[in-house]
T-cell receptor, first 111, second 110 residues
């Protein structure tokens, strides 16, 4: 089992560009989450999903969109990147919510 | 509002015991989780407490007091590899959205 994988690992964008971050899990988990982590801080929830076809907003959803068309995949989109979105993005999945499994992260820089 | 408070840094000696405290104030509470994160790495799950009391997993134990809105992570027989950041996180409802604290950076010295 690969667990939770994220694509890409690193990305540099210019202000105004768009991109999609892909998260995939092979553990058949219902719950999936997108977090961002800024230097010296904890993780903040962007969006989450409690099952295929469902999505909901977290703490900091502005500027992001998500889709969960397949149970194993959770996509995070940035329509028009801003320097404030420079961060490390982590995806996580969970079977019952108590224990979340995190992917390796995507390091995004917006110039 | 939502807030979790934990010390920013703790230093301890190899072989010693260290306790990392976490106090929380959140709307809704299902349980308290602890995660470990090494520099440049992803968070990894350590423990989860839904009920009052102590949960033990090897060298790590976690405690919760719901009436005091307080919990702690206890690390025994510290090893150099335990140097990392430790985050407490509150599960607020049945969708298991986590609210994370800012983390405690633990430095283990020889």
């Amino acid at each position: 089992n690969a667990g939770v994988t994220q694509t890409p690992k690193f990305r540099v964008l210019k202000t105004g560009q768009s991109m999609t971050l892909l998260c995939a899990q092979d553990m058949n988990h219902e719950y999936m989450y997108w977090y961002r982590q800024d230097p010296g801080m904890g993780l903040r929830l962007i969006h989450y999903s409690v099952g295929e076809g469902t999505t909901a907003k977290g703490e900091v959803p502005d500027g992001y969109n998500v889709s969960r068309l397949k149970k194993q995949n959770f996509l995070l989109g940035l329509e028009s990147a801003a320097p404030s979105q420079t961060s490390v993005y982590f995806c996580a999945s969970s079977l019952n919510g108590n224990e979340q499994f995190f992917g390796p992260g995507t390091r995004l820089t917006v110039l | 509002g939502q807030s979790l408070e934990q010390p920013s840094e703790v230093t301890a000696v190899e072989g010693a015991i260290v306790q990392i405290n976490c106090t929380y104030q959140t709307s809704g509470f299902y349980g308290l989780s602890w995660y470990q994160q090494h520099d440049g790495g992803a968070p990894t799950f350590l423990s989860y407490n839904a009920l009052d009391g102590l949960e033990e997993t090897g060298r790590f134990s976690s405690f919760l007091s719901r009436s005091d809105s307080y919990g702690y992570l206890l690390l025994q027989e510290l090893q150099m590899k335990d140097s990392a950041s430790y985050f407490c996180a509150v599960n607020r409802d049945s969708s298991y959205k986590l609210i994370f604290g800012s983390g405690t950076r633990l430095l283990v010295r020889p």
